[in-house]
Nanobody, 119 residues
Framework: QVQLVESGGGLVQAGDSLRLSCTASGRTFTTYDMGWFRQAPGKERVFVASINWLGGDAVKADSVKGRFTMSRDNAKNTVYLQMNSLNAEDTAVYFC????????????WGQGTQVIVSS
């Protein structure tokens, strides 16, 4: 497993943008595909976006297509989630996750970062 630390959350207004970061420990970052998930109050954790170890094969949930972009910088062991046109439904705790290349189980998780969008 890899240790993940998210940052960049906060309180913003509807229509604003925010960029989340997730930094991984260790020297094996490029052996992991990376993902973002979110959990709204009283709801289950859901998938937001993912990219493979090269930064390609991007997948996004329908609710964020056209607004959110995920990227990674392997030299910095960091992935990003650029969130534009935020709305109240985006309010959630956002979690970074990792899975080894060629697997389907997300088995490393960060502690989460809170995003609150006021309308």
């Amino acid at each position: 497993q890899v240790q993940l630390v998210e940052s960049g959350g906060g309180l913003v207004q509807a229509g604003d943008s925010l960029r989340l970061s997730c930094t991984a420990s260790g020297r094996t970052f490029t052996t992991y595909d990376m993902g973002w998930f979110r959990q709204a109050p009283g709801k289950e954790r859901v998938f937001v976006a993912s990219i493979n170890w090269l930064g390609g094969d991007a997948v996004k949930a329908d609710s964020v297509k056209g607004r959110f972009t995920m990227s990674r910088d392997n030299a910095k062991n960091t992935v990003y989630l650029q969130m534009n046109s935020l709305n109240a439904e985006d309010t959630a705790v956002y979690f970074c996750a990792a899975r080894r290349r060629g697997t389907i189980l997300w088995d490393s998780w960060g502690q989460g970062t809170q995003v609150i969008v006021s309308s």
